[in-house]
Nanobody
């Protein structure tokens, strides 16, 4: 049973910083792509950033230059450092882990981030 758990969300003022973390546990195989998604109230879930096992990253245009995704393969953990936060970054942030041997994606329950103006 693969379990994905996010942590680190909270309330921050505009212009501030926050780091969220995600740990994936229980897999018998290496985890390939890990990603952060977010879903704001009344909006669809969107990709924020992703990182492969080899460290190749991808970012949504809206967060480029402000957010940084990183990964610790030994701990199956990813981080999202969010700087220069804006009210429009307010959302529930979800972690996604893809395991090719299972051909499945696993989702966490999300961690809320609120940016006040």
């Amino acid at each position: 049973q693969v379990l994905v758990v996010e942590s680190g969300g909270g309330l921050v003022q505009a212009g501030g910083s926050l780091r969220v973390s995600c740990v994936a546990s229980g897999s018998l195989f290496d985890i390939d792509n890990m990603s952060w998604y977010r879903q704001a109230p009344g909006k669809q879930r969107e990709l924020v950033a992703s990182i492969t096992r080899f460290g190749i990253t991808n970012y949504a245009d809206s967060v480029k230059g402000r957010f940084t995704i990183s990964r610790d393969n030994a701990e199956d953990t990813i981080y999202l450092q969010m700087n220069s936060l804006k009210p429009e970054d307010t959302a529930v942030y979800y972690c996604n882990a893809y395991i090719p041997e299972y051909n499945m994606e696993y989702w966490g329950k999300g961690t809320p981030v609120t940016v006040s103006s």
